[in-house]
């Protein structure tokens, strides 16, 4: 096997040392170098303590307040350990690492926490606009006698999700994406009595499972590759599953590609492999069905797991590991082409909905495909930028969602409300400011990181004509995402209250998240303000490929213009507010589609139903005729058909036996004769 | 005194006293069953904890890289002309053996408290049974070995023909005969084997085995005998059919000793014995395995889709699962065998689990089939936990000691140079999509959605005793699951020798493979001047 230009001799599988060169220092021992476990594992142990004893489970606002405090601790701990000091100092790296799995003497895999600029921003937004939600799923969930359930399994999340952003490796990655999956699973599921609820949570679990299938393979691949270049597995103290360890073999071996038996495409295929993850857990076409179908769960869930934090793992993940995909051939390509892909259909899903959630569902998938085409185009950063502010604005939107849904006594189709601006003041005004940072309107949140990716897409050259189109589609959605949200946002809160029970705002303790979080979504955005005080840029300095974000004037125009274009076609169309579509009459056969979702659902429940079970039941058909008949009972039968033979020949006649030992003589006599013969010839 | 002794003996002495008792006073039955199974158990975990540490009484190939302790020997000659000693003796898989035996054997006892028909003669047969198990793992002498492999068989007969029930989908009197005729079919064709082995080397000692280099030859005729009748345990395909019909018709408790124990005898017969003896053979069929395996892994989880029967579900589920302890041992890597080894663990606790608890509410419902089932979680919350959790260990969830024992597997499969095992390392993969797909079906079609109104009176497990098996089997698959160091280590001593032997031989294999051909006519005629013939 070729190992390409792989210097062996400057690897070194110890501590490692490439990240901290380029970005400071790396911290290996002292508090911050295990505050991470802090802020890890609290949620763990308030899950396990709400979850497993009674007192606590059973006291709601106990087990809420012990969720919220742990969640909080993790965001001050993460600000005053981490962020501050990184801000001041530059970029460290703080870890710390056990062996976890080892046989004998070797390591085969590690455990630990990793912490730098992009673990410290993802933790930020995984706890800060956790904590705003889990407080507001106070009053949504006031109530439910079985709250304390609820928040144990919402700790559960925030752990698992934080795992995946301090995992300093492949494996540790894959462990805290299965528990991610689970808690979902599980909070999707959380309303157990409804049908569609037990239906959805399978199906979020399953999707992701198939993602996870590529997921896995890819990963066995970059480590097996990995670990026969540097000689890591089954030897080396740290594992070839190490961020660091295949950065450093990549790097060694000039390219990805190097690393397998030369050129003949294993690379790109890894590189694809992985991203399967990325596409199940982002919800990336085509394994983009099962997000919608999640918001079977409760709202704040919907908005932390299912819109801010947990489907944004997936482009996580793709940023934590671009070194893999940077010279993956095709792969990049492939990435780019599915998140235009994913953006564009699900916009166009989102027209036809009329469940508030459902919209924001759609909207969400859209807006992660941004991130994915992003992530295709190699601009990390403008898709961690994206990631950020979107984490703020559709947490903001899905919990002014929650809150009219809430107010209107757990009524979600829109065609039912109606003038809610009227009851509901705080959470229209709110809304609006979430809805016109998604659409990128200046200076909103959106404008800024939309702007950056549209800008990536468009000046992305390594693909040639399809980057025209992409940042075409790009644009397209752009409209279309301002044309829905307007079409939500009149839809829901303009003209009169359609439905029967009077609408109420929500309690302080609802407004209040909803105003902290529209604040950060306005202001939110200036941290990526193209040019020197480019904050974000500057913090992940380190995870930057390529030169510094430009500032694209015409791009920005003209995605801010048919943005408002798309918010004045929708106020045109539904801003009386009377309840009615005519949209469906005006698009004809284009809204069937949309409206059935492309048939991508019904194709895959073909494939479940109709294959899946098809081929089960020919196992099941092998199983009964051939193996069971076949071989076990044809094996009995013929037993007892022998056996029935044999008996015939005890007839308890003495003429027979004498005939049979007469005959039995004859052949023996016959045999030694001929014995005789054959030996005497030789 | 010999804590391999003290395992032994405790259900021995226990049936014997069992015979004495009378059998109107349940509670005393009870009661020393449990007894002797608390002995057992804690003696088997002094025995695990420690065995680490103890002082090696034995040695095979003592010297060589491929040393293989052995600890606690203990010998008593019985017919010194034949050569015949009853001899035990444990290395790290075994203890681990042990331990797995005696946890289920300890819960098995505790969940068959539901048991009202002839409770005195059920727990004799119980206790024979591992009486037979717990010798199986320990012996170190083939004789013996045997002897406690058919006692295993025996009570199991009975426990299913008498407890047991014949529902819509399994014949009662069907599954017990083909059960117990597959089990001793596969019994004797080892049996043939191991006399082949005895013929040829003159002993039936374990650790003399061991060092006695076999002609290769002989090696590649009697691997596939020993190998498929100690296989058709595991149950490796298409060798597997009796083990679903067993789990279907089998009392709870049956169930869990049938999944959790019975069949890692085959693997451990298949590791100790027909790897451990004739490395060689191993090195040459192995690569096979790996493709038989798939047919487990793939073929037993796409069966269990079409069931609608939950034990059957499991059963096929197991087979599937064992495909992974097949793949494991196929691959001849460290990481693949330490695996293997460690799911044979896990996955005894994790079905014997979910037997327990699909016999918990089959008691009171006398239906297994999910389309009659459903929102149970509304009456028996705490089962109704206890079974998700069964399945999403099953279902290689981290944080249980399956996962990491399937992902050891998988990465030794994948690590293995051979296309054999790296291509059923893809189906294994997938293999994890398919469990997915019949538990997740399972958990929400018993325990979600609505509950029809007949299941309103069905009980939960409210009482510490009810509950304790259940927590205690799961406490071992999340203690083990978030610190596997504590197995790996252990087993590592007795892995390690198989593996290096297994090793050595392909090695010198593909370099034989690779001479000019007179040399390798020459080749073996070396191999057998070394040994001195």
Known sequence: MSLGNLDLGNLDLGFLTVLAADAGGLVTSGFTSWAAWVILFTPLLVAFLVTAVPAIRKNNYLAAALSIGSVGLGLVLTLVVYFFPMLSEGGNVYEHIVSWVAIGDSALITFGTRMDALAVTMTLVVTGVGFAIFVFALGYMKGDESMGRFYGKFALFVFSMLGIVMSPNFFQTFIFWELVGVSSYLLIGYYWKKHSAGEAAKKAFMTNRVGDFGFLLGILMVWAAVGDATGAYGQGLYSAFDFTVIEKAIAGAGGLSELFWNNIGFAAIAAALIFCGAMGKSAQFPLHVWLPDAMEGPTPVSALMHAATMVAAGIYLVIRCNFIFAYAEWAPTLICWIGGITAFIAASMAITQNDIKKVLAYSTLSQLGYMTMALGAGAYTAAMFHLTTHAFFKALLFLCAGSVIHGCHHEQDMLKMGGIKKYMPSTHKTWVIGTLALCGIFPLAGFWSKDEILGAASSNTSIGMSATILWGVGTLVAFMTAFYMGRAWFMTFRGKYRGEHEPHESPKVMTIPLWILAIFSIFIGFVGVPGEGNLIEHFLHSWHVGGPAQFHMSVALISTIVAILGLVLAFKIYGKGTGKDPLPEKLGGLWTLWANLWYIDRFYLWLVRVVQQGIAKLCWWFERWVVIQGLFNATARGTRIVGEQVRQAHTGRLGSYVTSFVLGAVIVMILVLVQVKVGGGS | ?533
């Open chain 2, 1 to 533: 005194m010999n804590p391999l002794l003290i395992i032994l003996l405790s259900p021995a002495i226990a049936t014997c006293v069992l015979f004495l008792v009378p059998g109107e006073n349940k509670k005393l039955v009870r009661a020393i069953a449990l007894a002797s199974a608390s002995l057992a158990l804690a003696t088997a975990l002094l025995l695990f904890v420690g065995i680490g540490d103890a002082p090696i009484s034995e040695t095979a190939n003592a010297g060589t890289p491929e040393a293989h302790h052995y600890k606690h020997v203990m010998s008593v000659p019985w017919v010194e002309s034949l050569g015949l000693q009853f001899k035990l003796g444990a290395d790290g898989v075994s203890a681990a053996m042990v331990l797995l035996t005696a946890f289920i054997i300890f819960a098995g006892v505790i969940v068959s408290f539901t048991i009202q028909t002839r409770v005195k003669e059920y727990y004799i047969c119980l206790l024979a049974l591992v009486t037979g198990v717990f010798g199986v793992f320990t012996s170190l002498d083939l004789f013996f070995y045997y002897f406690f492999y058919e006692l295993a068989v025996i009570p199991m007969f009975l426990l299913i023909g008498i407890w047991g029930s014949t529902t819509k989908t399994v014949d009662q009197q069907y599954a017990t005969m083909k059960l117990v005729l597959v089990l001793s079919g596969g019994a004797v064709l080892a049996l043939v084997g191991l006399l082949a082995l005895y013929t040829h080397s003159g002993t039936f000692d374990m650790v003399a085995l061991e060092q006695i280099t076999i002609p290769r030859d002989m090696q590649m005729i009697w691997f596939p005998v020993i190998f498929i009748g100690f296989a058709s345990l595991i149950p490796m395909w298409p060798f597997h059919s009796w083990s679903p019909a067993g789990h279907a018709s089998a009392p709870a408790a049956v169930s869990m000793l049938h999944a959790g124990v019975l069949m890692k005898l085959g693997a451990f017969g298949v590791l100790r014995i027909a790897m451990g003896f004739m490395p060689e053979a191993a090195a040459v069929y192995l690569p096979w395995v790996g493709v038989l395996c798939c047919f487990n892994i793939v073929y037993g989880g796409m069966v269990a889709i079409s069931h609608q029967d939950l034990k059957l579900v499991i059963g096929y589920s197991s087979s599937s699962h064992m495909g992974y302890v097949l793949l494991g041992l196929a691959s001849v890597t460290m990481a693949g065998f330490s695996g293997a080894v460690f799911l044979m663990f896990a996955h005894g606790i994790m079905t014997a689990l979910a037997f327990a608890l699909i016999g918990w509410f089959y008691d009171q419902t006398h239906t297994r089939m999910m389309s009659d089932l459903g929102g149970l979680m509304r009456v028996m919350p705490f089962a109704g936990v206890c079974f998700i959790i069964a399945c999403m260990a099953s279902a290689g969830l981290p944080g249980f000691a399956n996962f990491t024992s399937e992902l050891l597997v998988i990465l030794g499969a994948w690590e293995s140079e051979s296309l054999f095992t790296k291509l059923p390392a893809v189906l294994a993969v997938w293999g994890l999509v398919i469990t997915g797909v019949y538990l997740l079906r399972a958990v929400k079609s018993v325990w979600y959605v609505d509950m029809p109104s007949r299941w309103e009176n069905l009980k939960d497990a409210v009482t510490p005793i009810q509950k304790t098996p259940y927590v205690v089997l799961i406490a071992v698959l999340v203690f083990f699951g978030f610190y596997p160091k504590a197995m790996l280590d252990t087993i590592e001593d007795g892995i390690r020798p198989v593996f290096l032997r297994i090793q050595d031989a392909r090695d010198a294999g593909d370099t034989a493979a690779a001479l000019p051909q007179p040399l390798r006519d020459a080749a073996p005629d070396d191999a057998d001047a070394r040994e001195g013939r």
